[in-house]
């Protein structure tokens, strides 16, 4: 009885063996399933990256097509100085004392050949003009700082002029002149050695071009009238100005009666320079052409003695 009994759990134990255990087959699945799940995931990871990718570069073209957008919008409203100053109500004119081209009468109001032309521009633009001194080595930087619109003042048209502004065509014939007391013209003619003389010229003008190139000694001032004045002083021997400027201010029934001017250094042209491709100078041309065929042009030349010097237009 008891040998049957061994054999009877002998058996049943073998049979347990041989049959797999219930916990281990549900850890088998389960496995298979995390298996499953780990390799799906990059997947569905990627998927996710690339449409959060695409949506981003889509968001970003938007916003950069809308900057573009405003960009241009900016640029084509600051194109325009013409709007500009139409805007504003004024054209701001850049000047210096420089008669007959810019200076104040009694009332100190702003007179001259380009003091009038430049308020009958601004009439005709719908603005008025406003006057403001300047100092000429500063002229490009006041343009570009918009603190004036224009710089108009006998403004001989320099290479470096030209390649800074936007520059009106020539309006007027100009020379670069020598003005000194009329009791020593004799040292300051074509044959004589001009470097044993200091002159007095206005710094930045064609006058300081003139004695750089031919190495002559000077000294800058702020204005072509304080040039005059360092001559009257007896400061410096003779100043280098321009021929229209020394054709009203110098000689018998003027305030320098005892300055003269003498030799003509060089033959030059005035225009009027605006901010770098400004188009108020195509409109200045315009109203240059338009000006001097209805005689007006002339008529504001002769009332300043500048007749001879207006180039045709």
Known sequence: MKKLTTLAMAVTTAILLSVP???????DAPAASGSDA???APTDNKQTEQAD???QTSQNEASDSAQTASDNTGAQASASDLAYIRDKG????????FEPMDYKDESGEWIGFDADMAKAFAESLGVSAEFVEIDWDNKVLELDGKTIDCVWNGMTLTPEVTSAMECSRAYCNNAQVIVA??????HFQEDSDLSQYNFAVEAGSAGEQQAISRELPHTPVKAQSDALMEVAAGTSDAAIIDSLMAAAMVGEGT??????????LNDEEYGVGFRKGSDLASALNDFFTASYQDGSMLEI?????????????
């Open 53 to 55: 990718q695409e949506k």
């Open 38 to 40: 780990a390799s799906a």
């Open 181 to 186: 007391p009329a009791a020593q013209v004799d």
């Open 21 to 27: 255990l219930a916990g281990c087959g549900s850890s």
């Open 255 to 264: 305030g320098y009666a005892d300055l003269t001017y003498t030799i003509g």
């Open 301 to 313: 030349a002769e009332k300043y003695g500048v007749q001879a010097a207006l180039m045709e237009q």
């Open 90 to 97: 004024t054209l701001v004119v850049g000047i210096t004392d």
